[in-house]
C-alpha cells in the first residue's frame, strides 16, 4: 500500500511532482508489499503467438472485469487496423464499483492525448505514445469493489488486431477511506461559436468547457488538440476555474482561478515559438503554422498542484481572445473524486467528432 499512500499524497498537493513518485517507488523496492501483481491480457489462451483479440464493426471487448479492493497502475495497448481515424471511432469507457455510467468515457486516442485522431510520439509522466503505435498511461486507478474497462468499435470496420496488457495491484485490505476514483471526461465544439464583444470576459460565459463535476475532487490535468479555422493566432484564450461554484463579485460569479493565456497555461510561451515539444508534466506534441487548417495538440498536468474542490468544478478556458475565435476543440480533462459522479454530456456521434477532419483544405 506504501505506493498508494505516496500516490495519495501526490494528489494531496504534498508531493512536488511525478519524480518523487518514482523516488519514492524506489525507496520500497526493498520492502514487503501488501498486494498481488495481476494482469488482463489478450494473450493467447492456447499457448500460440495470437496475442490479440478482434474487434468487430459495432461489437465491444472487455479489456478488464475484476473484483477489488484494487489499484490500476498502467494500460497498455496497440492496435492494427487500416480504417482512417479509427483512434477517434473507437471508444473507451471504464466503471468503478459497479456503476451504471461510466467515469471515463472517450475517444481511444483522445483519452491518450491524440485528439487529431493520428499517431504521434510524445513522453509526459503519465500519458505516453511510444514507437509504434504504443499507447500507455500511469495514472493511478483505485477500485473498492469492481473494476471494468471496455472499448467499443464505432467504426465501419473491424479491428483485425487489438493487444493489450493492463496491470492492477489486488489488495488484501481495503482502500483507505476517503480514496478518490479516477475519471475523464472528453468533449468538442467542431466549431466553437465566435463571439463579438468589446474583447472583455470576466465571467467566463461561452467558455470552453473541459469538464463539469459535483462532489469532492482533484482535478489533475487537460490534453486537447485544435483544428484552426481562420489565419492567425489561436491561443489567446484564458483558463478559468470555478470552485465549489465560484466567487461572487458585483453581482457576477468569476472564477477563483484566472490565466494569462493558453499557450501560457500550457506552460509554453510567445505561440510556443512554432516548435512541438513534451515533458513530464506538461506539452505542445503537435504545432502548426497560425494559419486555417492547421492543427495543434497540448497537454498539462497539474502534479504539483492539483485544482481541489469540495462541492463542485467548473474547468474551462476562453477560444481566442474573449471567444472571438471559431476554431475545433476537442479534450479530455482528467481528475479524481467522490462517487458517485454527475451525469456526463452524451459523447458527440462518430460523425460529430470527425468533423472537418475529411476536409480538403486540412
Known sequence: MRRFAVLLLLFAGIAPASAQVWNGALETLPRPADYVLKRSSSYDRTGGNADFRRLPPGGTLTLLDVDGPGEITHIWMTI???EPYSLKKL?????????????????????????LGKYVLYQSALLMVSPVKALNSFFPMPFQKHAKITVTNQGEQAVNAFYFNIDYRAYRKPLPRGTLYFHAEYRQCAPCKAVVSNGKNLTGKDNYV?????????????????????????GEGDDMFFIDGGRRVDGEIRPQINGTGTEDYFLGAWDFGGKAFSYQLFGAPVVGPERKGARWSVYRFHLDSPITFTKSLRATIEHGTANDRGDDYYSVAYWYQTLPHAPFPPLPMVEERLRGFYSASR
Do not use: H
Open 80 to 82: 492494427a487496423d487500416a
Open 91 to 115: 471508444v473507451l469507457r471504464m466503471y468503478w464499483d459497479d456503476e451504471a455510467a461510466p467515469s471515463v468515457e472517450a475517444p481511444v486516442g483522445d483519452f491518450f492525448g491524440l485528439g
Open 210 to 234: 473541459w469538464m463539469t463535476a459535483k462532489g469532492r475532487g482533484k482535478f489533475v490535468g487537460v490534453t486537447m488538440s485544435v483544428i484552426e479555422n481562420a489565419d492567425g493566432w489561436w
